[in-house]
């Protein structure tokens, strides 16, 4: 904002004023604020502090200033922060939610919101006109819902007849009782971000879920495509802020892969919240889910090959190699350190994944020398694969109803009857915009489906999205090139189906099986199909 220099001649004289410190504001002082932003035509406020002094003074909206003091106000410390504000604005009427949130976040003493209007105002409880800056409202902290007492409009005569010392004890005192209340928390709590996809915000909750967050609210953007800038358009990034500030989150996921611009500029206007988007949720969960060294390794190749170009573009700015004129200095600065750095790790780690597929290469030689044929779990994720592994095979394996609960892959030798034997082999579960660095990462462990002679296509029946789920399986085993292998198609979940819906199934899904890994309904039904298919 422009200001002119007679104007921030005045401005500077305000860091010169003091009020009693038993008094919240004088007529003089808050006269002044209230005609300064009348001249700016925009929000003016001033910090004091408990001794009367003013600390600080602000221009604009203050939700939008990055650098109110969080030394001078204590950010979400227990009690108050011993600093108010006091704010005036010529175009608002009252205190807005986003100020009372800023209130909450800082745990002001005091807000104070001075009207400053020329026009006078009639006041039917005063029963009079309240004449120009003569026209607050005065908010502070109590325990309880809403965390905010809200007063009623009252003149500055008023507000500054008030004992602020005897007040503020009292606000104290109330906020003291609620400490034992006050909730722990015991997972990190998030916000939901996305364009209006229904399907595709539900599994970003589930993935939420099984990574460990609590979900407080979902917010979405009517757009087909996302904003080049923020992923959401500009009016919704001031939304998400104002609900951080509401909700208290630590993190804010977005539905899709950010690009590193677009995760820098909602970082610069986020600031208090972690940003994550889907793929980095997803890299976290696998990473709470590897637990071989061939998992972690492979999760951690994905990893750094997601980071590498983000660190590239976030500090490109501060590298100094290159050669000639402004490049010379300092040498090697740290982003190019640590960019290095990540490259000789990837390489590392690929060296070590390409270890891992001649392994397996090895084993599934033998394998074929022994006339061993491989069939080949393979569906969405927490569709079911591994409640089905463990009713064919009858041995223990891992099983929670949350995505991506079997991640490192399991195989085991089935002798059924007096069949040939076969082995089944368990693979990670699939999922929409599953993130490529992974479909790379983890292909020596998808090789396994690559080799197989039949490929099991398992769905959740009881999910009305199976036909889309099952188009995401067939896109993702394309991709891996996987294309003329033996498929059977294998409805799991069939006790949560009415008899109807059985039948649908049976009569548009000629060649399936209908199944219930967890009741073993039909089990040997699917055997005895594998068999028959094999030979």
């Known amino acids: 904002m422009n200001i002119k220099k007679n104007q921030l001649k005045d401005f500077q004289k305000l860091l010169q004023k003091t009020v009693f410190k038993n008094q919240i504001i004088s007529s003089e002082v808050a ?28 221009i604009g909206d203050l939700y939008n200033i990055k650098d109110i003091n969080a030394q001078l106000a204590r950010e979400g410390s227990s009690f108050l922060g011993q600093l108010q504000i006091v704010s005036a604005n010529p175009k608002k ?3 807005d939610e986003a100020e009372l949130l800023l209130m909450k976040r800082y745990h002001f003493d005091l807000f104070l919101f001075i009207h400053s209007n020329s026009h006078s105002l009639y006041s039917k409880s005063k029963g009079h006109y309240l004449e120009f800056a003569d026209y607050c409202q005065l ?40 400490v034992k209340t006050l909730k722990i928390k015991t997972k990190e709590t998030a916000i939901l971000v996305g364009l209006a996809n229904q399907d595709s915000f539900d599994e970003l909750e589930g993935l939420a879920d099984t990574a460990g967050a609590e979900i407080l ?36 996921i977005f539905d899709g892969e950010l690009s590193s611009s677009q995760c820098r500029n909602i970082e610069r206007e986020l600031r208090i919240a972690k940003v994550l988007d889907r793929t980095e949720l997803i890299l976290d969960i696998f990473a709470q889910r590897a637990k071989s060294n061939e998992g972690k390794l492979q999760v951690e190749l994905a990893q750094l090959k997601y980071l590498a170009p983000r660190l590239a573009g976030g500090y490109k700015a501060m590298s100094k190699l290159g050669g000639g004129i402004g490049t010379r200095g300092p040498g090697e600065t740290k982003i190019e350190v640590d960019r290095r750095r990540i490259k000789e790790r990837i390489n590392y780690l690929e060296k070590k994944v390409e270890e891992v597929s001649k392994v397996r290469n090895i084993q599934r030689r033998a394998r074929k020398e022994n006339f061993l044929a491989t069939v080949s779990l393979v569906g969405y994720t927490n569709a079911g694969k591994s409640t089905l592994f463990q009713a064919i095979t009858n041995e223990e394996v891992f099983i929670e109803n949350k995505l991506f609960a079997t991640l490192d892959p399991t195989i085991r030798k089935l002798n059924y009857k007096n069949k040939k034997p076969f082995l089944l082999s368990d693979t990670v579960g699939f999922i929409q915009k599953l993130p490529t660095t992974l479909v790379d990462a983890f292909r020596a462990t998808l090789e396994e489906i690559c080799e197989s002679e039949l490929i099991l296509l398992v769905l ?8 889309e789920h099952l188009k995401v399986i067939e896109k993702i085993l394309e991709e891996l090139g996987i294309r003329d292998k033996k498929r059977l198609l294998v409805f799991n979940k069939i006790d949560l189906l009415s008899q109807e819906e059985r039948d649908s199934l049976e009569n548009n899904f000629k060649d399936s099986v209908l199944i219930s890994a967890q009741k073993k309904n039909n089990i040997e039904s699917l055997i005895n199909k594998i068999v028959e298919t094999l030979e």
């Open 460 to 467: 959740d029946a009881s999910n009305k999205l199976y036909k």
């Open 217 to 252: 609210y979902r917010l979405t953007q009517n757009m087909k495509t996302p904003d080049s800038r923020f992923f959401i358009g500009s009016g919704k990034i001031n939304k998400l802020r104002l609900l951080i500030e509401k909700y208290s989150a630590d993190l804010v």
């Open 139 to 178: 908010c502070y902290l109590k325990s309880g819902e809403p965390p905010w007492e809200i007063g009623e409009i009252a003149t500055i005569k008023e507000i500054s007849e008030i004992n602020k010392l005897e007040l503020i004890e009292k606000i104290e005192e109330d906020l003291a009782k609620n």
């Open 31 to 58: 006269k002044e604020i209230a005609e300064l932003s009348l001249k700016v035509q925009d929000t003016v406020s001033c910090l004091i502090d408990r001794n009367g002094k003013v600390r600080h003074y602000y």
């Open 93 to 95: 009427k009252k205190i």
